[in-house]
């Protein structure tokens, strides 16, 4: 019989990309990029108990289609903190609901290594300063350093680079995910690969532009450089931009990381109605509303 000894309840919020640069594959077979990540108010629960007795970690997922065995972000992160702590391993149930959709490009999964890192760094008194955190981070997977700030950041190298950016936006943002299809980050490296030609955003305008609350200016600088592999090579993706495109005129939709999500800035008195139309002439998606969390 399992002796509780300490639940906790965390929210690990998702994130888009605003913006996102793509260079060429290193000898190692990874990329650097250059990216503005931001935190938005769309959050996966997890319950997470941590037991007196040692042993392993046990995970629960309301999304069925996502493992939850080795294969989960979540294992690996409990894993790699127990080596490097080590610490012995204390048996922890976690029981995750997903709200963040899979294969977005909205950071899901790297948001709940994130958070599960932080709670197991704070519940084992502190093991890691903040820099030493996301250090480890990385060694989990490339978006999770991000979240250990989990604050508006220029986010470059492989991941590793997280830089804190003033982030006045007051719109508000509607996400468009795809039902019957995703996008795997394979897949959208591997289109990016064989471009010929790339278009790349200007993060020194798109800073200055965050900094000043200028959306309209700040649309003007997106760029996406795995969306335009994608749009090369997957009819769906590309049905899907050109829909949104002919739904509600006027407007820019931007590609989050790998996609398949887009998204699209909105204000207070355009808001309900561009989510109306959407959700009217836009077959087989999830409409979210949500904000940048600042």
Same mark, same amino acid.
Do not use: C, R, W
């Given at each position: 019989m399992r002796i509780s000894l300490n639940k906790y309840k965390i929210f690990s919020n998702a994130k888009i990309n605003i913006g996102l640069n793509v260079f060429q594959k290193e000898s190692d077979?990874?990329?650097?990029?250059?990216?503005?990540?931001? !935190?938005? /108010?769309?959050s996966d629960e997890m319950d997470v108990t941590f037991y007196s007795d040692l042993g392993d970690l046990k995970i629960e997922c309301s999304d069925k289609s996502i493992p939850t065995d080795e294969r989960n972000i979540l294992y690996k992160t409990y894993k790699i903190f127990f080596e490097e702590s080590k610490k012995e391993k204390e048996k922890i149930d976690i029981i995750l609901k997903k709200n963040i959709p899979s294969e977005a490009g909205l950071g899901g999964g790297s948001s709940n290594a994130g958070f599960f890192l932080k709670l197991l760094n704070k519940h084992y008194g502190n093991v890691y300063n903040e820099k030493e955190l996301e250090k480890l981070a990385m060694r989990v997977g490339s978006d999770v350093p991000f979240f250990i700030k989990n604050k508006t950041a220029r986010v470059g190298g492989k991941g590793n680079r997280v830089d804190l950016v003033e982030n006045n936006l007051k719109d508000?943002?509607?996400?468009?995910? !795809?039902? /019957?299809?995703?996008?795997?980050?394979?897949?959208a490296y591997e289109s990016f690969d064989n471009l010929k030609e790339v278009k790349y955003a200007d993060f020194d305008k798109i800073i200055k532009n965050l900094k000043e609350g200028n959306r309209i200016a700040l649309e003007s600088n997106i760029e996406n450089s795995l969306e335009q592999g994608i749009l090369e090579t997957d009819t769906n993706i590309k049905m899907l931009k050109m829909t949104l495109n002919s739904v509600v005129s006027g407007k820019k939709f931007f590609m989050s990381g790998s996609g398949s999500t887009y998204y699209t800035f909105?204000?207070?008195?355009?808001?309900?109605?561009?989510?109306t139309r959407l959700k009217t002439f836009v077959d087989n998606v999830k409409i979210i509303i949500c904000k940048t969390i600042n």
């Open positions: 077979g990874y990329h650097n990029i250059d990216s503005i990540m931001a !935190p938005i /108010d769309l508000s943002i509607i996400l468009i995910k !795809p039902l /019957d299809f995703g996008v795997s980050t394979k897949e909105v204000t207070e008195l355009e808001k309900s109605q561009i989510e």
